[in-house]
């Protein structure tokens, strides 16, 4: 079947770096999503891989390796303002994308 | 429009009464999709649109759930007979084109929060 695995919560502290992983199985694939969702929010769209290899984007970066079904998003320089759920989702052959259960991310001063 | 918009926002219903839910997609989107969120839980794929064609309702979870698309644009999410396992959040992405991956970002309007008292 197909399958997202990620952490459901992670701590971390302002200004430093948390990296949230996530691996998935799917019958076929057509790319990895993350998306950020603060609390009672709509999910956001925050970067795209189909390639192997790390995009990054400012604060944020995400990271592909196809050969593993693995994937990570690296957030650096954490603010306050970065505490939300992180949702992983990869496009399987057919072009649907199947949903992680999302990853809180805790920021404490 | 500016972005994906929904409609009405919060919606309280009694057991057994319909509800009829309304998105209103990015200009242009021709892919529009829903999905279902429970409190603390991931995205629960309901239905897509494409055009104004539904290719695939097997996420629908019952034959109470109903979607349509209209002029490629506005759609409404119809649930009948409401039960309380229907109370969740309610949200509604369109992409620019679908089986395109480069453009098929979704963007998520604010969503419908649904209670079934």
């Known amino acids: 079947g197909q399958n997202i695995d990620q952490p459901t919560e992670m701590t971390a502290t302002e200004g430093a770096i948390v990296q949230i992983n996530c691996t998935y199985q799917t019958s076929g694939f057509n790319g990895l999503f993350w998306y950020q969702q603060h609390a009672g929010e709509a999910p956001t769209f925050l970067s795209y891989n189909v390639l192997d290899g790390l995009e990054e984007k400012g604060r944020f970066s995400s990271f592909l390796s196809r050969s593993k079904g693995y994937s990570y998003l690296l957030l650096k320089e954490l603010q306050m303002k970065d505490s939300a759920s992180y949702l992983c989702a990869a496009m399987d052959s057919n072009y649907q994308l199947i949903w992680g259960a999302g990853t809180k991310l805790i920021i404490k001063p | 429009g500016a972005g994906v918009s929904q409609s009405p926002s919060n919606k309280v219903t009694e057991k057994g009464k319909d509800v009829e839910l309304r998105c209103d997609p990015i200009?242009?989107?021709?892919?529009l999709y829903w999905y279902r969120q429970s409190l603390g839980q991931g995205l629960e794929f309901l239905i897509y649109f494409q055009g104004n064609s539904a290719p695939d309702k097997s996420g629908l979870p019952s034959d109470r759930f109903s979607a349509e698309r209209t002029g490629g644009s506005v759609s409404t999410l119809t649930i009948q007979r409401t039960q309380q396992e229907d109370s969740a959040v309610y949200l509604c992405?369109?992409?620019?084109?679908?089986?395109?991956?480069?453009?098929?970002?979704?963007?998520f309007g604010p969503g419908t929060r649904l209670t079934v008292l």
């Open positions: 992405a369109s992409s620019l084109e679908y089986r395109e991956a480069s453009t098929d970002t979704q963007y």
């Open positions: 200009s242009g989107h021709t892919a």
